[in-house]
């Protein structure tokens, strides 16, 4: 069941490659970038769970998409290897579920926009983890 979750976030990962070459110089275009994912991936998820029935799709992938473009716009600059953590970092979160991941995986559950928002806020949180792992590792 996780399969789904590792593609989609190697996906993110080549694509944010692609888009940095790309995208609006600076943070603005990131940040347009991933708030616009956020929206449309919020949308799609409550379209996808009014029309399957299914209350957290494990195909839907674009809750691991923008949550690891948002750790990797903000661990940049990051090289391979820097980026290879930061992935590892977050399937951990995201798969394991530890802590606050296993709570905010709980708190949105339903249907609608509150669960169809539950589907992107567990990986966004996943996404915090990885981020203040980072920091953490950076400062010390």
Not at 18 to 46: E, F, H, K
Not at 64 to 88: C, H, K, T
Not at 105 to 125: E, N, Q, T
């Amino acid at each position: 069941p996780r399969a789904p979750g590792t593609v989609g976030t190697l996906w993110a990962w080549l694509a944010f490659l692609l888009i940095d070459r790309l995208a609006l110089p600076g943070d603005l275009g990131w940040a347009l970038i991933i708030a616009i994912t956020l929206l449309a991936g919020w949308w799609a998820s409550v379209a996808t769970v009014r029309r399957t029935g299914v209350a957290d799709p494990g195909y839907i992938v674009i809750d691991e998409v923008v949550a690891f473009w948002l750790v990797l716009w903000i661990a940049a600059p990051a090289g391979f290897w820097g980026q290879f953590w930061a992935f590892a970092l977050f399937r951990y979160f995201d798969a394991a579920k530890p802590g606050p991941v296993a709570w905010a995986d709980r708190v949105f559950k339903g249907w609608g926009w509150r669960g169809a928002w539950g589907i992107l806020f567990d990986d966004l949180v996943a996404a915090a983890c990885t981020l203040l792992v980072i920091a953490l590792w950076r400062w010390f």
